[in-house]
């Protein structure tokens, strides 16, 4: 084969088979993929299922802690993971610039097959499309996910006052990673992706007798986006604890010097979880012995009911402010 994607790999002929066969199934072959139907037929053992699809578009494609292989199937996963759901099936489409490198190509589905066998999970039916060089900027991944339903009921609209706020540890890493690698930003002590699969550490307590309430990972407009969206969904105010967020100081440094908030960075590994108080502290425990989970904490509350909510921040002197949602597309392709 060439050495760089060519127009002729997604036109049906000679050259897509050759491509399905030497690299596609080289990395992502199973025996529900290799049958190579315009459709796959699944079985599944519950009545209830989660689906969720996703498109990633980040510059660069490779950073510290991953690259938009990892990315779309962590991000498809997560999705399906903080409904509640155990991921069980992926489909995944390429949209690739002509002339590509095949090696890249290759090295980032060598990335997606790690991923999938880390979280057992099966890549089931897919697309590859090429087209005209300067058309895109080298390579889009769409990613839809099917998950088993484990732990009904979760949702935005759940939210109580008198629930706690539990997040999983710090936030924004994964955004500052990557603006600060494409716009050649060096820190003292180098910053990864968080990009990391939810499932494993939240399986236990859809397993335990806990009662949650709400799950959400904080990707696009970070920690503030959530937040916003669980208020307004379910018509609360919630107030944070400025003082217990986590951030780590690469994150903090990176912000303060161009003047953004850490709070509106997206994450990858990251899991905001609404709860009774008396439900925390075993919430926590479970949390906590899981490697992901290490550093989870109580960062806010639930306040009461109100028809226009806001979510505040109070700030280590005891006052409170109200947390700004971030207006207009200030992080392009961070996801």
């Not at 999983?168 to 060096?186: N, Q, Y």
């Not at 550490?201 to 407009?221: Q, V």
């Not at 989870?296 to 028809?307: A, Q, Y």
Request: charged letters at 25%.
């Amino acid at each position: 084969m060439a050495e760089e994607v060519l127009l002729s790999i997604s036109g049906g002929g000679e050259e897509t088979q050759k491509f399905l066969e030497k690299i596609i199934l080289k990395y992502l072959g199973n025996h529900l993929l290799n049958s190579l139907e315009d459709s796959t037929l699944l079985e599944v053992s519950t009545s209830k299922l989660a689906f969720t699809t996703d498109s990633f578009t980040v510059k660069p494609l490779f950073f510290k802690g991953g690259d938009i292989g990892k990315l779309s199937i962590i991000g498809t996963l997560n999705d399906l993971a903080v409904m509640g759901a155990r991921p069980r099936f992926l489909s995944l489409s390429l949209i690739i610039e002509e002339g590509f490198p095949l090696r890249d190509l290759e090295r980032i589905l060598k990335s997606m097959q790690e991923t999938l066998s880390e979280n057992k999970v099966l890549v089931v039916t897919g697309d590859t499309k090429v087209v005209p060089r300067g058309a895109l900027d080298g390579i889009y991944i769409n990613t839809s996910g099917l998950g088993e339903i484990i732990y009904p009921g979760l949702s935005a609209r759940n939210l109580k006052p008198g629930d706690v706020i539990i997040l999983t540890g710090s936030i924004g890493d994964h955004g500052v990673c990557i603006l600060a690698e494409r716009e050649g930003f060096k820190f003292e002590v180098d910053l990864e992706s968080d990009c990391a699969s939810l499932f494993p550490m939240l399986e236990p307590l859809f397993t335990s007798s806990l009662e949650l309430h709400a799950l959400r990972d904080p990707t696009r407009g970070g920690l503030a986006g959530v937040l916003y969206e669980w208020a307004r969904a379910s018509k609360v105010d919630i107030l944070i604890y400025e003082e217990e967020i986590p951030v780590k100081p690469q994150v903090r440094a990176f912000c303060e010097i161009l003047g953004f908030e850490p709070y509106h960075f997206p994450s990858e590994g990251r899991a905001l979880i609404s709860l009774p108080e008396k439900e925390a502290n075993v919430a926590l425990e479970i949390l906590r012995s899981h490697p992901l989970g290490r550093k989870s904490k109580i960062i806010g509350k639930v306040l009461e009911k109100r028809e226009y909510p806001r979510v505040y921040l109070e700030t280590p002197y005891g006052t409170r402010r109200i947390l700004e949602l971030m207006e207009g597309e200030f992080l392009p392709r961070i996801c």
